[in-house]
């Protein structure tokens, strides 16, 4: 199966979902059961991509950000800083490429790389669906287009419940007839909340590599 599609999920991959149930109300909507007896709708919308702006500014490396890690799949990689980030490679039959932590910040990262000619919504949509999978809460709550070192690229960050925790991950989305690459930082939501400069710091790492 191919590595994409194959995600069971982004959020928190060792958690399983057993905190929260799918059920229908009389009148045949979805909803979502908790464990504490609250509910909400399920919402099975894709992204709406006609509401996506593009964001005026230009994104760049951090000037700290002066590893670069290549990845073996694509022609893509990212700078990062060393000092911050610790980078672990992935199994080949693992999904993401790479593990890019920063422990210290409590915070967890993933490029997940896969050559395959995929057009971007797909990809994200995929994506949102994966998520779904971890969290069926799961909201896109931020989306918008940018250029990061020259690359045009979607930024989304999720948002969703698992086992009464709320998690969330911002990630760039991007894809080529060259690859498809997922590049994610996930955390709680306070720490994502709390460290949003680091997680951009990473995100705007990433960059096209030339072969």
Not at 6 to 20: C, H
Not at 68 to 82: A, F, K, P, Q, V
Request: glycine letters at 6%; hydrophobic letters at 40%.
């Amino acid at each position: 199966m191919n590595k994409i599609l194959s995600i069971t999920g982004l959020i928190l991959i060792s958690i399983p979902s057993y905190a929260q149930q799918n059920a229908v109300t009389e009148h045949g909507e979805p909803v979502i059961l908790y464990d504490d007896g609250t509910w909400i709708y399920a919402h099975p919308d894709t992204i709406a991509w006609q509401d996506i702006l593009v964001n005026p500014d230009e994104f760049y490396s951090s000037k700290k950000a002066t590893f670069l890690l290549e990845s073996t799949r694509t022609n893509m990689g990212c700078y990062l800083d060393t000092n911050t980030w610790t980078i672990k490679k992935v199994n080949e039959d693992e999904a993401a490429e790479f593990e890019i932590n920063n422990l210290d910040a409590g915070l967890y990262g993933m490029m997940i790389t896969e050559k395959i000619d995929l057009p971007l919504e797909s990809l994200a949509n995929i994506a949102l669906d994966n998520a779904k999978a971890a969290a069926p809460d799961v909201e896109v709550t931020e989306k918008e287009y940018r250029y990061v070192n020259g690359l045009k690229v979607l930024m989304m960050r999720m948002t969703g419940t698992i086992q009464g925790i709320k998690f969330s991950y911002y990630g760039y989305y991007y894809s080529t007839p060259k690859g498809a690459t997922q590049f994610l930082v996930y955390s709680t939501e306070d720490i994502v909340d709390g460290n949003i400069s680091e997680i951009f710091d990473l995100l705007n790492g990433l960059i096209e590599v030339s072969n």
